[in-house]
């Protein structure tokens, strides 16, 4: 791999199931060891950017790589080097966590696996849970062990879709952490999610997508400075508006107005979104 040779790169990608765009002209560059999200509600294409980037849909137009290797080309290459922790929970309910994560293991040849399995356990702290039938775990503990499993063959990228969703936002917590932990370790990470929340806390880059298409891209911070640094809210004939200055005395300049029911916040990706669209993400709550 180049010095300069991005991790994921995609150019032009487009998807189109019969007359329905669900992806259309996707450019996106991620660099080693980077965490990207990617942001928008449903529907956006996300899901259908994941499919694409690991081999299990094939592009209409455009062309996307993985650490060099085109991944319809050779996708073999391409497989050797990703993993996939899916929306669905697609563990077998009926073996414990420790038979779930040998089966897979042995399935890709892992190395030093009983030692590999220890280990992760560890990190996704359930060690004590091991030898549990998976179908006694929380939802929260169910996605940790997903992800863990996915852990299993050290991939150098690795592929996160929707992985909170569902759940509370104590548990939500708990799995970044283990995200945050990975991104330590060096993986690249491509998460999707539609909670702006998490893609705040969370990735360093994000790609803001609505509609199939990327409307945004770049740090949460330089996507959120570049539509203002405060928003007030008000109430006008019963429903909130919204108004983007630049500085906090503006915001204060503004609230002196003839308004009810103000608020004065921060803005976040959201605000970059709704300037962007003229709607709303769904809420995490």
């Known amino acids: 791999m180049q010095p300069d040779q991005p991790m994921i790169l995609t150019e032009g990608l487009t998807k189109v199931y019969q007359h329905v765009i669900a992806l259309e002209d996707l450019n996106l560059r991620v660099a080693a060891g980077e965490l990207f999200g990617l942001l928008g509600p449903n529907g956006a294409g996300k899901t259908t950017t994941i499919k694409i980037l690991t081999g299990l849909a094939k592009p209409t137009r455009g062309r996307a790589w993985i650490q060099g ?4 080309q050779e996708p073999l290459a391409v497989k050797q080097r990703i993993a996939v922790c899916p929306q669905e929970i697609n563990l077998d309910k009926e073996l414990t966590a420790y ?29 004590d ?50 995200i945050q932990q990975m991104h330590r370790d060096g993986i ?23 509609k199939g298409r990327l409307i945004a891209q770049g740090a949460p911070g330089e996507l959120i400075a570049g539509v203002g640094g405060y928003v007030v809210e008000s109430l ?33 990706l959201e605000d970059v979104f709704i300037q962007l669209t003229g709607e709303r993400l769904p809420s995490s709550n």
């Open 129 to 178: 849970r091991a030898h549990h039938l998976v179908r006694t775990f929380s939802g929260g503990q169910q996605r940790r062990l997903l992800i863990l499993r996915a852990l299993l063959a050290r991939p150098q990228v690795l592929f996160l879709d929707e992985p909170t969703v569902g759940l509370d936002p104590q548990i939500r917590r708990q799995i970044w952490d283990l």
């Open 236 to 268: 006008d004939n019963g429903r909130r508006q919204y108004a983007l200055v630049r500085t906090k005395d503006e915001a204060h300049a503004l609230a002196q107005g003839d308004h009810v029911g103000i608020v004065i916040r921060r803005t976040n």
């Open 188 to 210: 690249t990470i491509m998460l999707t999610t539609h909670y702006i929340e998490e893609a705040e806390k969370l990735c360093t880059n994000v790609g803001i997508l609505n």
């Open 69 to 72: 290797f085109d991944v319809v």
């Open 99 to 127: 038979e779930n994560l040998l089966i897979y293991g042995k399935l890709y040849r892992a190395p030093a696996l009983k030692t590999r399995i220890g280990s992760l356990l560890e990190l996704g702290g359930l060690t």
